[in-house]
């Protein structure tokens, strides 16, 4: 089993910043890509950013130029920066890791969230 803990989030006016973070721990062979997803009330989950094991990185289009996403591989641990945070990012930031298993195969896994609520 993984588990992925969350911390960082907040309330914080707008124009303000956040940096989340997200550390893995378990029975981890290798973790192919880590990255954050977000869930505002009434809407569905969606992807804000990935990072792949070899640095690859794609973000939504709303956040591109504001936030970064970035990787500590000897820690297993991602990172959110969050610069010019909006109103519409207000939601609950789940962090999620593929993990490669020995065996050849990948398990997804999902932290538990943290709420990131930014005022006008």
């Known amino acids: 089993q993984v588990q992925l803990v969350e911390s960082g989030g907040g309330l914080v006016q707008a124009g303000g910043s956040l940096r989340l973070s997200c550390a893995a721990s378990?029975?981890?062979?290798?973790?192919?890509?880590m990255g954050w997803f977000r869930q505002a009330p009434g809407k569905q989950r969606e992807l804000v950013a990935q990072?792949?094991?070899?640095?690859?990185?794609n973000y939504v289009d709303a956040v591109k130029g504001r936030f970064t996403i970035s990787r500590d591989n000897a820690k297993n641990t991602v990172y959110l920066q969050m610069n010019s945070l909006r109103p519409g990012d207000t939601a609950v930031y789940y962090c999620?890791?593929?993990?490669?298993?020995?065996?050849?195969?990948?398990?997804?896994?999902w932290g538990q969230g943290t709420q990131v609520t930014v005022s006008s």
């Open positions: 378990g029975s981890i062979f290798s973790i192919h890509v």
């Open positions: 990072i792949s094991s070899g640095g690859t990185i």
């Open positions: 999620n890791a593929v993990v490669a298993t020995s065996g050849g195969t990948y398990n997804t896994y």
